[in-house]
């Protein structure tokens, strides 16, 4: 027995960012956020988007200012949160596309198969690279959740699909050691799009913002000529 397709109406928005240009590299779009993740990482920046429940915003709303919206945005990112989570994300995704807007997604990569079924609809995906793979169930709390993400990276690299990878870094949850054999591990899988940027740790953990020197710069430049592009964005 099929299942019905999820209604849209029905998708539980946390929130909306009209415009954005550092949520999709070398695009001006609109951030549509998705509530709902399985996973429970300590430092998560945006906590209040864990729970599956609706914030203000409706995805009917959201259509109709996308309707005013044409020709003045390229594109619109889901993110959350985890949108895979959310089952209506296909028909959000195909409803955006019929306005003529590109489609791009953030994900931690909990999904896979979810994943591979909606790459058709997507123009541009953002993979969260958290730490090594093997690692992930300390951060996460729950068990497989690295295998899944990896599994995620494999989908996009066999797809030939337009991505790039991205590690949150903080010195108190990486050190230089691990951070140089992932982005390694990450090359030898045939990632050319990846980049650092600086973890703001959310207040409940009071840390101070990563050293100025960090992480150093001798190792972003033996890190860069890994890949096609590499940067360490600070914002």
């Not at 949520?23 to 549509?32: I, R, S, T």
């Not at 799009?193 to 190792?219: G, I, K, T, V």
């Amino acid at each position: 027995m099929n299942t019905p397709p999820a209604d849209p109406a029905a998708a539980r928005i946390g929130g909306l960012t009209p415009f954005s240009s550092c949520d999709w590299p070398g695009k001006l779009c609109a951030v549509v956020f998705l509530a709902g993740c399985p996973w429970r990482c300590g430092y998560c920046h945006n906590p209040h988007l864990l729970r599956r429940q609706n914030g203000e915003t409706r995805w009917p709303d959201i259509l109709h200012w996308l309707q005013s919206r044409t020709g003045l945005l390229d594109g619109v990112v889901f993110s959350g949160g985890e949108p895979l989570q959310e089952p209506a994300l296909p028909a959000l995704l195909e409803q955006t596309r019929a306005l003529g807007f590109a489609t791009g997604l953030h994900t931690g990569g909990a999904y896979p198969q979810r994943l591979r079924r909606v790459l058709p609809l997507l123009d541009w995906v953002g993979l969260d690279i958290k730490t090594d793979f093997g690692a992930y169930p300390a951060l996460t709390g729950l068990p497989r959740s690295g295998e899944q993400t990896e599994t995620s990276l494999h989908c996009l690299l066999q797809n030939n699909s337009n991505f790039e990878c991205r590690s949150s870094i903080h010195p108190h949850w990486h050190n230089e050691i691990q951070l140089a054999a992932l982005a390694r591990r990450l090359a030898a899988l045939g990632v050319a799009d990846y980049h650092w940027q600086q973890l703001r740790p959310p207040p409940s953990f009071a840390l101070p913002p990563a050293p100025a020197d960090w992480p150093a710069p001798q190792l972003i430049e033996e890190i860069a000529p890994l890949f096609q592009h590499f940067s360490y964005r600070e914002h």
